[in-house]
Nanobody
Framework: QVQLVESGGGLVQAGGFLRLSCVAS????????MAWYRQAPGKQLELVAA???????NYADSVKVRFTIGRDSAKNTVYLQMNSLKPEDTAVYYC???????????WGQGTQVTVSS
């Protein structure tokens, strides 16, 4: 069982920035992949960014250049640095983790990000 706790969401003006954090209950080096997803009202869940155990990353086209996913294995934490925020980035952001050797994905409770125009 993996527990994930997100923090860092809030209200920000367009053009601003936020940094989301996701703290895992165990070592993130035991995760095959960790990712950030988001869901805006009335829209489907969307993959925002992912980082694999070896360190490779991928991003949704809509956030490339503006968002950066990173990790601190000593703190069992994955970050999402979000710059140049736009109103369309408004959503609930979820952290997800898939442990090595499993097909199970664990989810955090989500953190709200609201970008005002």
């Amino acid at each position: 069982q993996v527990q994930l706790v997100e923090s860092g969401g809030g209200l920000v003006q367009a053009g601003g920035f936020l940094r989301l954090s996701c703290v895992a209950s165990g070592s993130i080096l035991n995760m095959n992949v960790m990712a950030w997803y988001r869901q805006a009202p009335g829209k489907q869940l969307e993959l925002v960014a992912a980082i694999r155990r070896a360190g490779s990353t991928n991003y949704a086209d809509s956030v490339k250049v503006r968002f950066t996913i990173g990790r601190d294995s000593a703190k069992n934490t994955v970050y999402l640095q979000m710059n140049s925020l736009k109103p369309e980035d408004t959503a609930v952001y979820y952290c997800a983790a898939q442990p090595i050797g499993t097909l199970t994905t664990y989810w955090g409770q989500g953190t709200q990000v609201t970008v005002s125009s």
